[in-house]
């Protein structure tokens, strides 16, 4: 079975940094593109970051680019988001995600959520002074 536990949000002033992680378990973690969204109050689910299974090549929503970062460790299954320079629009409940099918792909044109199923149970994110 399938199981992704976020940890790592919290409250943080407009500026601050956070770091997300991720365990992963029930699957071969290193061979499946992982994924990074959110969900704000009143607006849909959004697609934030992905990494390649591998070499684990990165990709990102413009809305972070240059302030999150996507990384993973595949020795300890874990995934990670380090956010700096945090919004107060950053403010979401944050989910990783495991990719349907193991490979790399490419997400240049940005991520789709449904190819992402399997998600974790999300971790609250909110940037207020």
């Known amino acids: 079975e399938v199981q992704l536990v976020e940890s790592g949000g919290g409250l943080v002033q407009p500026g601050g940094s956070l770091r997300l992680s991720c365990v992963a378990s029930?699957?071969?973690?290193?061979?499946?593109?992982m994924m990074w969204a959110r969900h704000a109050p009143g607006k849909g689910p959004e697609w934030v970051a992905s990494?390649?299974?591998?070499?684990?090549?990165?990709y990102y929503a413009d809305s972070v680019k240059h302030r999150f970062f996507i990384s993973r460790d595949n020795a300890k299954n874990t995934l990670y988001l380090e956010m700096e320079s945090l919004k107060p629009e950053d403010t979401a409940v944050y989910y990783c995600?495991?990719?349907?099918?193991?490979?790399?792909?490419?997400?240049?044109?940005?991520?789709?959520?449904?190819?992402?199923?399997?998600w974790g149970q999300g971790t609250q994110v909110t940037v207020s002074s």
């Open positions: 995600a495991k990719r349907d099918y193991d490979g790399s792909y490419y997400y240049e044109a940005g991520g789709k959520l449904a190819d992402f199923p399997s």
């Open positions: 990494i390649n299974s591998g070499a684990g090549t990165t």
């Open positions: 029930g699957f071969t973690f290193g061979n499946y593109d």
